[in-house]
């Protein structure tokens, strides 16, 4: 059964970039769409950035776009958020999730939608 762990979490100032990885194992992540998500102390689980199977096909949050970027090595099974330009409202932790459902190209930030999970990682954007 696919196992997901997140890393590259830390502590950045405002305008920093941090790479947030999501390593599967157990059963290929490249048969999963993949979704960065993340949730701060208060607020409702949201969703960042999803991936669709193949890669081709991606979605971004109105407030990430532009700073995020999502990608995947399947070779690798391994999922990447890229993010660029962190503000103070980036702070939560984030969590990558999988689907192995519907056709190659679907991707959605819908968590419901999402069966497996990682454990989560912390950024947090502060000066």
């Known amino acids: 059964q696919l196992q997901l762990v997140e890393s590259g979490g830390g502590l950045v100032q405002p305008g920093g970039s941090l790479r947030l990885s999501c390593a599967g194992s157990?059963?290929?992540?490249?048969?999963?769409?993949v979704a960065w998500f993340r949730q701060a102390p208060g607020n409702v689980r949201e969703g960042v950035s999803s991936?669709?199977?193949?890669?081709?096909?991606?979605n971004y949050a109105d407030s990430v776009k532009g700073r995020f970027t999502i990608s995947r090595d399947n070779a690798k099974s391994t999922v990447f958020l890229q993010m660029n330009n962190l503000r103070d409202e980036d702070t939560a932790v984030y969590y990558c999730?999988?689907?192995?459902?519907?056709?190659?190209?679907?991707?959605?930030?819908?968590?419901?939608?999402?069966?497996?999970w990682g454990q989560g990682t912390q950024v947090t954007v502060s000066s």
């Open positions: 999730a999988a689907n192995a459902g519907y056709d190659s190209r679907w991707t959605s930030t819908a968590p419901d939608l999402y069966d497996y």
């Open positions: 157990g059963f290929p992540l490249a048969d999963y769409a």
């Open positions: 991936i669709s199977r193949g890669g081709d096909n991606t």
